[in-house]
Each structure stands twice: as structure tokens, then as C-alpha cells.
């Protein structure tokens, strides 16, 4: 299974960036994917995760501001980030989770600072 993320970058507070996920190797449409971050000295924590049945979950710091969607066509899951703020700051990994099996992708820095 491998899990390649992309899309992070330098962005200024209120800009918007685009996560992307592909992943390969997994049956991907019956999975549960998930976006999560880790600040520098604090915990990874969840922000985003939607199931196979399209229930989504996000972390109350990013409610209104981010979407993660998937297309399984594509083995993609993305997340979309708006309104971004300093606080945002952290390295980005995706997630995917199916039948007791978790698979991590390569984190990607996002840094919100002007």
C-alpha cells in the first residue's frame, strides 16, 4: 500500500490550499481516509475524516473551513482548506483505514504565516 500526499505550501492567513492523497495497492472505496497534523510540539491530532458511507468528521478548530471529500475512482481523497489561519501550521499526513489496517502517507508541511 503506498499513500503519496501533495499539494502543501506557503500560504498567507485567509488564503485557501488543496490536499491531495492518491493511494494505491488498497481497496480504497471501502475504506475510512482521514487527514490528519501535527504542530511542532504538540500531539497529531484529527482533523478530518470521512467514511465509505460518506460521514464526515472534523475537528471544531476547522469546522466551516475545511471539506475532505474523496473520489474513489481515482483512489483520491483531498482536502480542501479555506480561511486558513497561523494556527493551521503544522505537517499534514493522510489516512487511510480499512479492516483494522491503518496506512500513512508521507506528510506535507503547511505553513500559513505572511
Known amino acids: 500500500v503506498q499513500l503519496q500526499a501533495s499539494g502543501g505550501g506557503l500560504v498567507q492567513p485567509g488564503g485557501s490550499l488543496r490536499l491531495s492523497c492518491a493511494a494505491s495497492?488498497?481497496?480504497?472505496?471501502?475504506?475510512?481516509v482521514g487527514w490528519y497534523r501535527q504542530a511542532p510540539g504538540k500531539q497529531r491530532e484529527t482533523v478530518a475524516t470521512l467514511t465509505r458511507d460518506g460521514v464526515r468528521n472534523y475537528v471544531d478548530s476547522v469546522k466551516g473551513r475545511f471539506t475532505i471529500s474523496r473520489d474513489n475512482a481515482k483512489n483520491t481523497v483531498y482536502l480542501q482548506m479555506n480561511s486558513l489561519k497561523p494556527e493551521d501550521t503544522a505537517v499534514y499526513s493522510c489516512?487511510?483505514?480499512?479492516?483494522?489496517?491503518?496506512?500513512w502517507g508521507q506528510g506535507t508541511q503547511v505553513t500559513v504565516s505572511s
Open positions: 495497492g488498497v481497496f480504497f472505496s471501502l475504506a475510512t
Open positions: 489516512n487511510v483505514n480499512i479492516q483494522a489496517n491503518s496506512y
